[in-house]
C-alpha cells in the first residue's frame, strides 16, 4: 500500500526531522525548517555526495555565493527564459499555472481569470541602502552559475587538464507557482551540482557516463532500484540551455518525479558569459595547442528531495513497530545505548561505553520507559544499533547489540564493541 504522505509528514514533525517554517506565526507556504534529525539527515546525505563526487582526482569543489552580479542571469538566460505561464484570479487574486485549470473560471472562487502572462521564476531583491533598478540583484535560480564563472580560477589554479569538473552544494531559490508535496517541490532548495567540462565531440559519451554514474549513486543510497527510473526530455520539455536531458525519477506516493536531472548544456552558459562579461573563457590545450570552449556535462541532484525519497523508501509500518530502515551511512543516529534499568552501575557502564563510541559515530543516551519502547523509538527514526547494559554486563564485561532490521540480538563483550559497531556501520 502506497505510504499516506500525511503519515511521513506527522512522523517527521513528531520524531524532530522537518518542521513547518515559522509555525507559530501560522506557518509560511512551503518553508520547512530541518531539525536536529533531519539535519543529520540531510548532513549525511550531503556527505555521501561530496564523497563519491569530489573524492576523486578530477573534480574540485566549490562555495559560490549566493547572490552574484546581475548580469550572470542576463547571460545564463534566466532573465529572458526562467519563467513559467501564469493566470491569476481577478477576485480572490489566487495563481495558477494554466496546464492545471480545467475551465476559463477560478477553481477556488469561480472568479474571471486574468490574460495569461509570463512569469519570472527568480527572486528579485536590492543590494545596499537605495531600492532602484540599479541595485537589483537575483537569489541564485541554481549553483550551476557559480562554477561557469570560475571554470578558468579553478581550472588554472589547480592546473586541470580538460576533462576535469567542478562540484558544489548549496542553496537555491525558485518563486515557484505551484510549491507542494511537502519539501518535494519548495522556493528554497539545496542542490548538489556538478558541471563536468569536456572536449567538444566527446560530450555524448560522457553524457552516457555520467548518467549511468549517477543512476548507480541513487542506488548506493540505498533507494529501492524498482522505483528508480530514467525519464528523457523530450524537445517540449528541455530547458533552454540543454541539447539533451534525462532526469532520475523516483516513484514517491505521488507518481514518478525528478529527483535529479543530467543534462548536456554544450558550450552555451560558457560561450554566453564570454560574450556578456567581454572575458576569454576558452580553454587552452598544451597538447594539441587548440583552444576552445569546453562543453559541460551537468548532474544537479535535489537535496531535497533526495531526502523525501529516502525517508519515503525506508519507512515500514510492521505489526508492532514503524521503523526507518536507513541505509547505516544515511541514518541520524547510528548507535543508541541504554541501561537495563536506572541503576548507578548500569548508567555508569553505559556511559563510558557511549564516550568510547562518540568519536566515530553519533550516538544518543536513553533510561527512559522499557527496553521494548525504547528499541521502537530508535526503530521510528532509524537507529541501526542499539546497545543495552544490564546486570551481567557488570561481571562478564559483555553487553546485548540489537540490530534495528532483523532485530536480532547480539552479546558483544565490551573490548570488542566499537570494533563490532564500526563493521556494521561503514559510513
Ligand atoms: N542546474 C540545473 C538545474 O537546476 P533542474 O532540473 O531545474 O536543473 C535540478 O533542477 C534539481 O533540483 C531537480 O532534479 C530537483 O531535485 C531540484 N529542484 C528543482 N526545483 C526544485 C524545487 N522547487 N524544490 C525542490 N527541489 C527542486
Not at 70 to 86: M, N, Q, R, Y
Not at 408 to 413: F, G, L, P
Request: aromatic content about 12%.
Amino acid at each position: 500500500m502506497a505510504l499516506d504522505m500525511s503519515t511521513l509528514v506527522s512522523l517527521c514533525k513528531r520524531r524532530g526531522f522537518i518542521f513547518q517554517s515559522s509555525e507559530i506565526y501560522g506557518g509560511i507556504n512551503s518553508c520547512w525548517d530541518y531539525g536536529p534529525l533531519g539535519v543529520e539527515l540531510k548532513n549525511n546525505i550531503k556527505r555521501v555526495w561530496w564523497q563519491a563526487m569530489v573524492n576523486r582526482e578530477d573534480i574540485e569543489g566549490l562555495d559560490a555565493s549566493i547572490l552574484m552580479h546581475p548580469k550572470v542571469w542576463e547571460a545564463s538566460g534566466h532573465v529572458a527564459g526562467f519563467t513559467d505561464p501564469l493566470v491569476d484570479c481577478k477576485k480572490c487574486k489566487h495563481r495558477f499555472r494554466p496546464d492545471q485549470l480545467q475551465e476559463k473560471k477560478c477553481p477556488d472562487c469561480g472568479g474571471a481569470l486574468t490574460e495569461l502572462r509570463m512569469f519570472n521564476l527568480m527572486f528579485k531583491t536590492f543590494m545596499g541602502p537605495v531600492e532602484d533598478e540599479s541595485s537589483s540583484v537575483y537569489l541564485r535560480p541554481e549553483t550551476a552559475q557559480g562554477i561557469y564563472v570560475n571554470f578558468l580560477n579553478v581550472q588554472s589554479t589547480l592546473r586541470h587538464k580538460i576533462p576535469f569538473g567542478i562540484a558544489q552544494i548549496g542553496k537555491a531559490f525558485r518563486n515557484e507557482i505551484t510549491p507542494g508535496n511537502f519539501i518535494f517541490r519548495t522556493r528554497e532548495f539545496e542542490q548538489m551540482e556538478m558541471q563536468y567540462f569536456v572536449k567538444p565531440g566527446t560530450d555524448e559519451e560522457w553524457f552516457e557516463h555520467w548518467k549511468e554514474e549517477r543512476l548507480t549513486w541513487h542506488k548506493a543510497l540505498g533507494l529501492n532500484p524498482k522505483k528508480l527510473q530514467f525519464h528523457q526530455h523530450g524537445t517540449d520539455e528541455l530547458a533552454h540551455y540543454a541539447k539533451k536531458a534525462f532526469d532520475v525519477q523516483y516513484e514517491f506516493p505521488f507518481g514518478w518525479q525528478e529527483i535529479e536531472g543530467i543534462h548536456n548544456r554544450t558550450d552555451f552558459d560558457l560561450s554566453r558569459h564570454q560574450e556578456f562579461s567581454g572575458k576569454s573563457l576558452q580553454y587552452f590545450d598544451e597538447a594539441t595547442k587548440e583552444k576552445y570552449i569546453p562543453y559541460v556535462i551537468e548532474t544537479s541532484v535535489g537535496c531535497d528531495r533526495t531526502l523525501l525519497a529516502c525517508l519515503i523508501d525506508a519507512y515500514a509500518e510492521e505489526e508492532e513497530r514503524s521503523v526507518l530502515r536507513f541505509h547505516p551511512k544515511l541514518a541520524p543516529i547510528k548507535v543508541a545505548f541504554f541501561p537495563l534499568i536506572k541503576d548507578a552501575g548500569l548508567q555508569e557502564l553505559t556511559h563510558k561505553l557511549q564516550e568510547e563510541t562518540r568519536p566515530y559515530f553519533l550516538t544518543r543516551y536513553d533510561e527512559a520507559g522499557s527496553i521494548g519502547r525504547r528499541y521502537r523509538r530508535q526503530d521510528e527514526i532509524g537507529t541501526p544499533l542499539c546497545v543495552t547494559v544490564d546486570f551481567d554486563s557488570l561481571k562478564d564485561q559483555a553487553v546485548t547489540v540489537r540490530d534495528r532490521d532483523s532485530m536480532k540480538q547480539d552479546r558483544v563483550s565490551t573490548s570488542q564493541l566499537l570494533e563490532f559497531l564500526r563493521k556494521k556501520i561503514v559510513l
